[in-house]
């Protein structure tokens, strides 16, 4: 046998489908053992404790481990090809041509469908960021994760009370919303009982007892287990209470909880006492009753008849033999059964030890191992993280049930199994098998092992409840509908008779009265109680197919973790109580800003340029980190400048650096494509906006081939250059003037929003813009002062340049981010740039501070010859586009720009969408035809780019790696994930001086 361990970083799934993937892969033939898992703490110390070696990893790795002979290693790992790909299938699947991509973020997919639900299932650590997204869009939230912090809890849920929305959890197994169930939830018939619930198994242990009765509840709302704590005070509680008081089909309500706080619980009982409709309390503690007789007295309450509670005996156990000498043990699933579990039989067996101890002495050990009476809790948070819920993977119980039955200290196993939405599809076979091996077991070693199960369940649940208890009963086990008289059948079989409480002929101990009617609006929480529901959800699928099996309208996010290493920074982001309203203004300065077009002149004038300064695209950079692009174009323009005779003694002078100085493009608020190389003697547009008053330069466009923006620098690029400056910059100069005297200055900016109508998206096609700019400039360039012939060429040079306006196009956008810059607590980017070695970012709330990486190299179609090999990584100041809300992320704009760049038309489409879920609004000028009009993605968010891990799509020219080549291809590049990562902990740091 030999095993085979891999790890995959960005591949990301969550638990659930990771427990299906991994028992696919098991069951391939030659496999003798396997796991497919998430990195995390817990999984790593199973899949180490199935002998496997995992070499050092992160939690958003995935671990990949196989044990087998040669071929069941090769026939493991198919059939883990195959299951990820249908994984991802599903995930990916398309309805049609061109739809949108699934939203990344729980808000995202309620801006999709409109969602008036949500539903979160995601990792603890990022549930609060996915849950805010629900309570800032107006929509209650149920947080099924857990692992949340306390503090998180309370700043979740003080948002949500001033949304006049509910937050239901942290840690918040189970609701019943206008009959649709949510989670884990059993399908119980509908009446007018409320509850409001601290627990989930507690609630329906209620439900399914109330249903056995013939009672049937309006809603259940769950509020997380920690809601009734001091920390966190009834917050949610009260919320839930003051929404069931106003709903008309509600006549009761009923609190379920775990042992409360008592002066949460006091309070509670006072705030109760003013809602106008009884209410009644099944809050588990000491001296209080179990849940079975707080279910009692609410029959009794609402005038129902208490029923003989479901019983299933074991076959062919023999019920009058000597009771066991040995330790209780009790293996659970829910948490709150368990803690009930504990309270019952601790009135007899005294202390019981626990992962979720009554008292904090009674803690277990990690082995989680006692030789006397023990309760485990499996599905608390320890025991979760990066694993499914034992309702749904019950693996580690059933290790624990053999371990238990191979123990001789262990006198009678006491077991829960829990049916209905949400939980595993047939629980009951596994749990069976697991029961009969381990009295085998024990048989075996002379021992007689008594097996309890309380099961959780109706008759309408899909796992089916008779068959399920059957089973079990079939199996040697005794097994009850109510989990209190479970644990005193275990306590019998120990030789302890505890009598059940008798049935209350009211109100429970801890009723309060009716009170005055309510003050609480008429439709709390938008109407939710009233309304049809659909949902949004991240996270766990199976609880979406839940849903789906319920007739209910359910939109899933394509939630992935953020990229590695930001939790803690995005939190703090995130949390800035600035942000929102700087994003916004941000936007609303982008989308504001003017582009007049109103000069052409040399750089020495415009831009105040010294002999021997040149510009550069991209982040600050030194001679002797250049890339070849742009040392190709700094030797040219060395060579036009007249500095130097010949390449090689530009070249010496470039690397000398003495009387040189190399400064970015953005440094001065200029732009400058591909190499950016802008010198003294070169001319510019001059583009003015004056809603912002702010000026922005851009060089002339050269033409395609070897150009000096491509690196090259021979003969023919420095004879078009020096025409350049002496033909076409001044009859340029006299065109604009003569236009802006004539009928004002050129609105780029409008030229802009009808060439995205006509097919262009503003960088690597602009023909449509291209055409109008020359339609505005011809009148004034034809009477310009110069000769019929270099007008000619002027005008031919011009209007055989595809690419003429995007020289105007850029300083357009740079004038919009710079209207951004600068705004305290925003994370919209504000510059994107490359120099062919590094990519760079700034962002408008950290000033003008660089955040850089290694530049990708773009993937896309060559000219000519030329491969991958020939192309340089990333470069030029033209991602500024993107930047601004056009270029690849306008791409739906311009469907025929994939001939160009590479992809398909679907691709075209798919990337506009997609990056809606990484800006903070649409452009009001610039739209989109094929997307109704729908405004172009603007105001790229730092925030987000983390969060989702979408990298903006740019659309982009691709130089050849070596300088003097030229142009070698065009395509698709994203920028490295460092600008980002870095750009959030400097806003995290600036948020916390913020």
Same mark, same amino acid.
């Given at each position: 046998?030999?095993?085979?361990?891999?790890?995959?970083?960005?591949?990301?799934?969550?638990?659930?489908?990771?427990?299906?993937?991994?028992?696919?892969?098991?069951?391939?033939?030659?496999?003798?053992?396997?796991?497919?898992?998430?990195?995390?703490?817990?999984?790593?110390?199973?899949?180490?404790?199935?002998?496997?070696?995992?070499?050092?990893?992160?939690?958003?790795?995935?671990?990949?481990?196989?044990?087998?002979?040669?071929?069941?290693?090769?026939?493991?790992?198919?059939?883990?090809?195959?299951?990820?790909?249908?994984?991802?299938?599903?995930?990916?699947?398309?309805?049609?041509?061109?739809?949108?991509?699934?939203?990344?973020?729980?808000? #995202?997919?309620?801006?999709?469908?409109?969602?008036?639900?949500?539903?979160?299932?995601?990792?603890?650590?990022?549930?609060?960021?996915?849950?805010?997204?629900?309570?800032?869009?107006?929509?209650?939230?149920?947080?099924?994760?857990?692992?949340?912090?306390?503090?998180?809890?309370?700043?979740?849920?003080?948002?949500?009370?001033?949304?006049?929305?509910?937050?239901?959890?942290?840690?918040?197994?189970?609701?019943?919303?206008?009959?649709?169930?949510?989670?884990?939830?059993?399908?119980?018939?509908?009446?007018?009982?409320?509850?409001?619930?601290?627990?989930?198994?507690?609630?329906?242990?209620?439900?399914?007892? %109330?249903?056995?009765?013939?009672?049937?509840?309006?809603?259940? %709302?769950?509020?997380?287990?920690?809601?009734?704590?001091?920390?966190?005070?009834?917050?949610?509680?009260?919320?839930?209470?003051?929404?069931?008081?106003?709903?008309?089909?509600?006549?009761?309500?009923?609190?379920?909880?775990?042992?409360?706080?008592?002066?949460?619980?006091?309070?509670?009982?006072?705030?109760?006492?003013?809602?106008?409709? &009884?209410?009644?309390?099944?809050?588990?503690?000491? @001296?209080?009753?179990?849940?079975?007789?707080?279910?009692?007295?609410?029959?009794?309450?609402?005038?129902?008849?208490?029923?003989?509670?479901?019983?299933?005996?074991?076959?062919?156990?023999?019920?009058?033999?000597?009771?066991?000498?040995?330790?209780?043990? #009790?293996?659970?699933? @829910?948490?709150?059964?368990?803690?009930?579990?504990?309270?019952?039989?601790?009135?007899?067996?005294?202390?019981?030890?626990?992962?979720?101890?009554?008292?904090?002495?009674?803690?277990?050990?990690?082995?989680?191992?006692?030789?006397?009476?023990?309760?485990?809790?499996?599905? *608390?948070?320890?025991?979760?993280?990066?694993?499914?819920?034992? /309702?749904?993977?019950?693996?580690?119980?059933?290790?624990?049930?053999?371990?238990?039955?191979?123990?001789?200290?262990?006198?009678?196993?006491?077991?829960?199994?829990?049916?209905?939405?949400?939980?595993?599809?047939?629980?009951?076979?596994?749990?069976?098998?697991?029961?009969?091996?381990?009295?085998?077991?024990?048989?075996?070693?002379?021992?007689?092992?008594?097996?309890?199960?309380?099961?959780?369940?109706?008759?309408?649940?899909?796992?089916?409840?008779?068959?399920?208890?059957?089973?079990?009963?079939?199996?040697?086990?005794?097994?009850?509908?109510?989990?209190?008289?479970?644990?005193?059948?275990?306590?019998?079989?120990?030789?302890?008779?505890?009598?059940?409480?008798?049935?209350?002929?009211?109100?429970?101990?801890?009723?309060?009265?009716?009170?005055?009617?309510?003050?609480?609006?008429?439709?709390?929480?938008?109407?939710?109680?009233?309304?049809?529901?659909?949902?949004?959800?991240?996270?766990?699928?199976?609880?979406?197919?839940?849903?789906?099996? !319920?007739?209910?309208?359910?939109?899933?996010?394509?939630?992935?973790?953020?990229?590695?290493?930001?939790?803690?920074?995005?939190?703090?982001?995130?949390?800035?109580?600035?942000?929102?309203?700087?994003?916004?203004?941000?936007?609303?300065? /982008?989308?504001?800003?003017?582009?007049?077009?109103?000069?052409?002149?040399?750089?020495?004038?415009?831009?105040?340029?010294?002999?021997?300064?040149?510009?550069?695209?991209?982040?600050?950079?030194?001679?002797?980190?250049?890339?070849?692009?742009?040392?190709?174009?700094?030797?040219?323009?060395?060579?036009?400048?007249?500095?130097?005779?010949?390449?090689?003694?530009?070249?010496?002078?470039? +690397?000398?650096?003495?009387?040189?100085?190399?400064?970015?493009?953005?440094?001065?608020?200029?732009?400058?494509?591909?190499?950016?190389?802008?010198?003294?003697?070169?001319?510019?547009?001059?583009?003015?906006?004056?809603?912002?008053?702010?000026?922005?330069?851009?060089?002339?466009?050269?033409?395609?081939?070897?150009?000096?923006?491509?690196?090259?620098?021979?003969?023919?690029?420095?004879?078009?250059?020096?025409?350049?400056?002496?033909?076409?910059?001044?009859?340029?100069?006299?065109?604009?003037?003569?236009?802006?005297?004539? !009928?004002? &200055?050129? *609105?780029?900016?409008?030229?802009?929003?009808? /060439?995205?109508? /006509?097919?262009?998206?503003?960088?690597?096609?602009?023909?449509?813009?291209?055409?109008?700019?020359?339609?505005?400039?011809?009148?004034?360039?034809?009477?310009?002062?110069?000769?019929?012939?270099?007008?000619?060429?002027?005008?031919?040079?011009?209007?055989?340049?595809?690419?003429?306006?995007?020289?105007?196009?850029?300083?357009?956008?740079?004038? &919009?981010?710079?209207?951004?810059? @600068?705004?305290?607590?925003?994370?919209?980017?504000?510059?994107?740039?490359?120099? @062919?070695?590094?990519?760079?970012?700034?962002?408008?709330?950290?000033?003008?501070?660089?955040?850089?990486?290694?530049?990708?190299?773009?993937?896309?179609?060559?000219?000519?010859?030329?491969?991958?090999?020939?192309?340089?990584?990333?470069?030029?100041?033209?991602?500024?586009?993107?930047?601004?809300?056009?270029?690849?992320?306008?791409?739906?704009?311009?469907?025929?720009?994939?001939?160009?760049?590479?992809?398909?038309?679907?691709?075209?489409?798919?990337?506009?969408?997609?990056?809606? +879920?990484?800006?903070?609004?649409?452009?009001?000028?610039?739209?989109?035809?094929?997307?109704?009009?729908?405004?172009?993605?603007?105001?790229? *968010?730092?925030?987000?780019?983390?969060?989702?891990?979408?990298?903006?799509?740019?659309?982009?020219?691709?130089?050849?790696?070596?300088?003097?080549?030229? !142009?070698?291809?065009?395509?698709?590049?994203?920028?490295?994930?460092?600008?980002?990562?870095?750009?959030?902990?400097?806003?995290?740091?600036?948020?916390?001086?913020?």
């Amino acid at each position: 046998m030999a095993d085979h361990v891999e790890l995959r970083t960005g591949a990301y799934l969550d638990s659930v489908t990771l427990m299906q993937v991994s028992r696919t892969v098991a069951a391939a033939p030659g496999v003798e053992a396997a796991q497919v898992a998430m990195a995390t703490e817990l999984n790593l110390e199973v899949i180490r404790g199935m002998g496997f070696d995992v070499p050092a990893s992160a939690p958003n790795d995935l671990v990949v481990a196989i044990r087998g002979d040669e071929a069941g290693i090769a026939a493991g790992q198919s059939a883990l090809e195959a299951a990820l790909a249908q994984s991802r299938s599903a995930a990916g699947a398309s309805a049609g041509f061109g739809e949108a991509p699934a939203a990344r973020t729980l808000g #995202g997919a309620i801006r999709l469908s409109g969602a008036d639900l949500a539903l979160v299932s995601v990792p603890g650590e990022h549930a609060v960021t996915e849950a805010l997204d629900a309570v800032r869009a107006g929509v209650s939230v149920m947080v099924f994760s857990d692992n949340v912090p306390v503090e998180d809890e309370v700043r979740l849920k003080n948002a949500a009370a001033a949304a006049d929305v509910l937050v239901m959890g942290p840690d918040c197994g189970t609701a019943v919303v206008g009959g649709v169930a949510l989670g884990f939830a059993n399908v119980v018939r509908s009446g007018s009982v409320g509850l409001v619930a601290a627990s989930g198994t507690g609630a329906q242990q209620v439900m399914c007892l %109330l249903d056995a009765a013939g009672v049937g509840i309006s809603h259940c %709302l769950g509020v997380g287990g920690r809601d009734l704590s001091s920390e966190v005070a009834a917050r949610s509680t009260k919320q839930a209470l003051a929404a069931l008081a106003a709903d008309p089909e509600t006549t009761s309500v009923v609190v379920v909880s775990k042992p409360p706080a008592p002066e949460v619980l006091a309070d509670l009982e006072a705030y109760a006492a003013g809602l106008g409709k &009884s209410v009644h309390w099944a809050t588990l503690g000491a @001296g209080r009753p179990d849940l079975t007789a707080a279910v009692e007295s609410v029959l009794s309450a609402v005038g129902a008849a208490v029923p003989e509670w479901p019983t299933w005996s074991a076959v062919g156990s023999d019920h009058d033999a000597a009771a066991s000498t040995g330790s209780l043990r #009790g293996l659970f699933c @829910g948490g709150t059964l368990a803690d009930e579990a504990m309270l019952v039989a601790g009135e007899a067996l005294g202390d019981i030890r626990s992962n979720i101890p009554l008292r904090p002495d009674l803690a277990l050990g990690a082995d989680l191992r006692d030789p006397g009476h023990v309760v485990v809790d499996f599905g *608390d948070d320890t025991m979760t993280r990066g694993r499914a819920h034992p /309702m749904i993977d019950p693996s580690l119980r059933l290790d624990r049930i053999a371990l238990e039955a191979a123990d001789p200290t262990c006198g009678v196993l006491l077991l829960d199994l829990v049916l209905g939405h949400g939980a595993h599809a047939d629980p009951a076979p596994e749990l069976a098998a697991a029961v009969r091996n381990a009295r085998e077991t024990a048989a075996a070693a002379g021992r007689d092992l008594h097996v309890v199960v309380s099961v959780t369940g109706t008759t309408s649940d899909p796992q089916g409840l008779e068959r399920s208890a059957q089973a079990l009963a079939e199996a040697g086990a005794d097994v009850l509908l109510s989990n209190a008289a479970a644990t005193r059948r275990a306590l019998h079989l120990l030789g302890h008779d505890v009598p059940a409480p008798e049935s209350a002929t009211g109100d429970t101990a801890y009723a309060t009265l009716a009170g005055p009617a309510s003050d609480a609006a008429a439709e709390p929480l938008h109407g939710l109680l009233t309304s049809e529901v659909s949902v949004a959800a991240a996270g766990v699928s199976l609880f979406s197919d839940a849903l789906r099996a !319920q007739a209910v309208s359910v939109t899933e996010a394509s939630w992935q973790p953020p990229m590695a290493g930001t939790t803690a920074d995005l939190g703090r982001v995130l949390a800035d109580s600035r942000r929102d309203e700087a994003n916004a203004e941000a936007l609303r300065r /982008m989308t504001a800003a003017g582009a007049d077009l109103v000069d052409v002149r040399p750089a020495h004038e415009a831009l105040g340029l010294e002999r021997g300064t040149f510009l550069h695209a991209g982040p600050p950079i030194t001679f002797d980190r250049a890339s070849g692009p742009l040392k190709g174009a700094l030797i040219g323009a060395m060579l036009f400048e007249g500095l130097a005779d010949t390449a090689e003694e530009a070249e010496a002078k470039l +690397e000398q650096g003495d009387g040189i100085t190399l400064e970015p493009c953005h440094h001065r608020d200029a732009v400058g494509p591909m190499a950016g190389v802008i010198s003294p003697s070169m001319w510019v547009y001059e583009l003015r906006d004056e809603v912002h008053d702010n000026t922005s330069w851009c060089s002339l466009n050269e033409g395609l081939g070897k150009v000096l923006r491509y690196g090259a620098y021979g003969p023919e690029v420095i004879e078009r250059l020096r025409w350049m400056n002496t033909v076409l910059g001044p009859i340029l100069q006299q065109a604009v003037r003569a236009r802006v005297d004539q !009928q004002g &200055s050129i *609105d780029v900016k409008g030229i802009i929003a009808q /060439m995205l109508q /006509m097919g262009d998206e503003g960088h690597n096609r602009n023909r449509a813009g291209s055409l109008m700019l020359l339609r505005e400039l011809l009148p004034t360039m034809i009477t310009a002062d110069a000769s019929s012939a270099d007008i000619a060429e002027a005008v031919r040079f011009s209007g055989a340049n595809e690419h003429f306006f995007l020289n105007l196009g850029m300083p357009a956008c740079k004038l &919009s981010t710079l209207a951004a810059h @600068g705004i305290p607590g925003s994370s919209v980017v504000t510059t994107m740039a490359r120099n @062919g070695t590094d990519f760079g970012i700034r962002v408008s709330g950290t000033g003008d501070a660089w955040f850089t990486g290694p530049a990708n190299t773009p993937e896309g179609l060559f000219l000519g010859s030329y491969g991958p090999d020939d192309a340089n990584p990333d470069i030029g100041d033209s991602a500024i586009t993107e930047t601004a809300g056009i270029g690849g992320f306008a791409m739906a704009a311009a469907p025929a720009i994939v001939k160009f760049v590479g992809g398909d038309v679907p691709f075209a489409l798919r990337a506009t969408q997609t990056m809606y +879920e990484i800006t903070v609004g649409e452009h009001t000028a610039y739209q989109v035809p094929i997307l109704e009009f729908r405004g172009t993605p603007t105001g790229i *968010d730092v925030a987000a780019v983390a969060r989702t891990g979408i990298l903006p799509q740019i659309n982009t020219g691709m130089a050849g790696r070596v300088a003097g080549t030229g !142009q070698v291809g065009a395509g698709l590049v994203t920028p490295p994930e460092q600008c980002f990562t870095q750009a959030l902990a400097a806003l995290a740091s600036a948020a916390g001086r913020g």
